[in-house]
């Protein structure tokens, strides 16, 4: 998607650790109309696939899930990072480590909200090493929902989760995706 | 606004503690077409205020922010509930205290996306001691930004936070108030 890669160009920042900040129009201050057009697209690429329901993990996902599901007509879930006081008992939930953040947490999503009928699209801003979509998957397997693939903002091309859930037959669209990212140029793959 | 409150009715459940969860529609598990309402509602109610920025928090806030982002045609951006490795350390910060959840975080936004000439319009979920919206307040107040209103999808009219908004000469625009709630009714103010 050559808007969301110009943008990457122009106001993405490297950080060392092979870190991208894309704070300025993505997932700390968002540009809604960058956003409108990103879920237009991930629209685009699964309208025919009948998803019932929109799966991301809070909170850099929400946003994009949210105007995906706009486009795709579909409810979106969020799962949650840990337990509150305000969420059911009956929840589904997964392990997810963060390299990023260097930390573990759990993820869950109310039973009610995730069944066995449902058609799932996950929805991320990144994808690296795929830890955060693994533990989505884990929970839709648990409500026996079918996944019907990924819509990633960026996906990290040099880290393995892209290959690994493709390799699994897993549908990836990433509308961006990082070839190589040193301090001084960035890559995409086409 | 008349659908939301008819959704509330139809569908928000009561625990003890006055809590109303509307995790079935939005805050978990989100109709993508009521929150686009939402966000219409949202536009119509503050349109000539000249509104230049979104703040909202994690994780809640995060979807009627973008909605609302979207009809008013500016950034969103939503204060994090703690440091991360990928936020600088060039941030505004404030302390705020979940009631609901019965803990205490620090919400962040960093320094380059909230400026002296930005003209915010805080969105969230739920009013009720108002402590979030204070907390954002003191954000924009650091960084010599203009506060225009705050726009609330559900106040809890019984308890003090939008009183107390509204006593300091604060414009604060709630879709559904409510008036009073028990186990067995839920009464609305209008």
């Not at 929109?54 to 996902?61: H, R």
């Not at 059911?88 to 939930?93: A, G, H, I, P, V």
């Given at each position: 998607m ?37 879920g237009?697209e ?9 998803v ?20 795709l ?12 006081s ?19 947490s ?31 998957i ?53």
């Amino acid at each position: 998607m050559k808007l969301l890669e110009d943008r990457i160009l122009k106001d993405g920042k490297v950080y060392p650790g092979e870190v991208l900040k894309v704070s300025g129009f993505l997932n700390h201050l968002i540009d809604e109309s960058l956003l409108d057009e990103i879920g237009k697209e991930i629209s685009a690429r699964f309208k025919d696939d009948n998803v019932t329901k929109i799966l991301t993990i809070e909170a850099s996902g929400i946003a994009i899930a949210c105007a995906a599901a706009r486009y795709l007509h579909a409810p979106m879930l969020f799962a949650k990072k840990s337990k509150t006081s305000n969420i059911s008992d009956s929840c589904y939930t997964a392990e997810v480590m963060s390299y990023t953040h260097g930390t573990k947490s759990t993820i869950c999503v109310d039973k009610d909200y995730l069944c066995a009928g449902d058609r799932v699209l996950i929805v991320d801003d990144f994808l690296a090493r795929g830890e955060a979509v693994k533990g989505l998957i884990s929970l839709i397997n648990q409500a026996g929902a079918t996944l019907t693939g990924c819509a990633i903002a960026i996906e990290k091309g040099f880290q393995p989760g892209g290959a690994e859930l493709r390799a699994h037959g897993i549908r990836v669209e990433s509308l961006a995706i990082i070839e190589s990212m040193t301090d001084t140029s960035l890559t995409f793959r086409h």
